[in-house]
């Protein structure tokens, strides 16, 4: 199983930087790390090249243009571009245990994708792991949400992991892992989807739809979000309205998605 880590980020070298560390140490290191890039200055690209060499695999940066937030567009073109079996995408704003690579290639099952979670950092811890290169919290350390997802415990992952879901309730972008095979069956991330939200919550729903189903990765995997003001959008979203319809047409296949990119298929 050849496994990529496929990392999301849009003008933050900082927090890119603090990922990219933290991928560094992995006790068991990818085939390859992709940076999907949804815009960025030069200065982010600047940052990727610096950090090529002090990896033992290819590290690559996928980049589009600026014109607005197309998380999904900018996966899409990472997925296509991958040329692993298994594709772990995180979100260039958390850092990473040392052993999530090896946990997600632990949990990686045929006929699921997996659901990870992450510990909220306050500003005040934030602003503290970007000016010291902090990469692991503790049960203890002040300023953070869901210090649960601070503990790592194989007895208690197992024990949360046997339950199958078909639901839309946690899912979060930021920390999943899915066959490249089950992507190209749905035909990616919907492009449709612009602005924040909701492309992994119907992503799910298509895979869903063909069969495929959810087991979440507690107590394992474990990565930490560096706070940050978020991007939500005011009132209605327009993407609520997508997910609406491919749940209930039961879509299972989107026609602006991973086909439209070269290098993309079975």
């Excluded at 991928?23 to 390859?32: A, D, G, I």
């Excluded at 030069?42 to 937030?69: C, I, K, N, S, Y």
């Excluded at 899409?76 to 850092?95: C, K, P, Q, R, W």
């Excluded at 199958?164 to 449709?192: C, M, P």
């Amino acid at each position: 199983m050849r496994t990529s880590l496929i990392i999301t980020t849009y003008n933050w070298k900082e927090a890119l930087d603090l990922t990219l560390r933290s991928v560094q140490r992995q006790s068991v290191m990818p085939n390859e790390i992709i940076v999907a890039d949804d815009g960025s200055r030069e200065d982010t690209a600047a940052l990727v090249r610096d950090w090529t060499a002090h990896f033992p695999v290819p590290l690559r940066h996928v980049w589009q243009e600026d014109v607005g937030f197309r998380l999904a567009r900018s996966r899409n073109l990472a997925i296509a571009a991958s040329e692993g079996d298994y594709l772990i995408i995180v979100d260039g704003d958390m850092t990473l245990h040392r052993c999530f690579v090896a946990d997600h290639q632990r949990a990686a099952r045929r006929g699921f994708f997996i659901q990870g979670v992450r510990l909220l950092s306050g500003p005040r811890t934030a602003q503290r792991m970007l000016a010291d290169h902090t990469l692991d919290l503790n049960f203890f350390t002040p300023d953070v949400r869901r210090r649960r997802h601070t503990i790592r415990n194989r007895l208690l992952s197992w024990l949360v992991f046997q339950r199958i879901h078909t639901n839309q309730k946690a899912i979060r972008g930021s920390n999943q892992a899915y066959w490249k095979s089950d992507l190209v069956r749905v035909n990616g991330f919907d492009e449709q989807m612009v602005g924040w939200g909701r492309e992994d919550n119907e992503i799910a729903a298509r895979l869903y739809n063909i069969g495929i189903r959810r087991r979440n990765l507690k107590f394992a995997a474990l990565t930490v979000h560096i706070n940050h003001l978020m991007r939500h959008p005011h009132g209605e979203n327009p993407n609520d309205a997508i997910l609406r319809a491919t749940i209930e047409q039961q879509r299972t296949w989107c026609h602006m998605g991973l086909d439209q990119h070269h290098g993309a298929g079975p």
